[in-house]
């Protein structure tokens, strides 16, 4: 699976900004597709996932209610729509993919590149 990722940018505290990635591949329906994120001085975490289908999603506890995670199967893109941002949630965000929905960086199956998020207070 290849995954680009677009879309960061800078936002003020208590605003909104989505995150898109394209995905490619022969079994892109077999996957997990979710977002990690990383903060400057601290590990790689989960933010959210979906399946392919888009019926069931899955969130970490700092995402749920601001974060809301959503896949067009027609464009083979997944979206991250983050609101009420939080200067914490400052970060390099990751497109990922994964067979078996890892909540762990090292278990991830396939990655892209980040896109930088900054939330200014």
């Known amino acids: 699976v290849q995954l680009q990722a677009s879309g960061g940018g800078l936002a003020q505290a208590g605003g909104s900004l989505r995150v898109s990635c394209a995905a490619s591949g022969r079994t892109l329906s077999n996957y997990f597709m979710g977002w990690f994120r990383q903060a400057p001085g601290k590990e790689r975490e989960f933010v959210a996932s979906?399946?392919?289908?888009?019926?069931?999603?899955y969130y970490a506890d700092s995402a749920k209610g601001r974060f809301a995670i959503s896949v067009d199967n027609g464009k083979n893109t997944v979206y991250l729509q983050m609101n009420s941002l939080k200067p914490e949630d400052t970060a390099v965000y990751y497109c990922t993919a994964d067979l078996l929905n890892a909540r762990e960086a090292r278990r991830v199956d396939s990655w892209g590149k980040g896109t930088l998020v900054t939330v200014s207070s």
């Open positions: 979906i399946t392919w289908t888009g019926l069931s999603t």
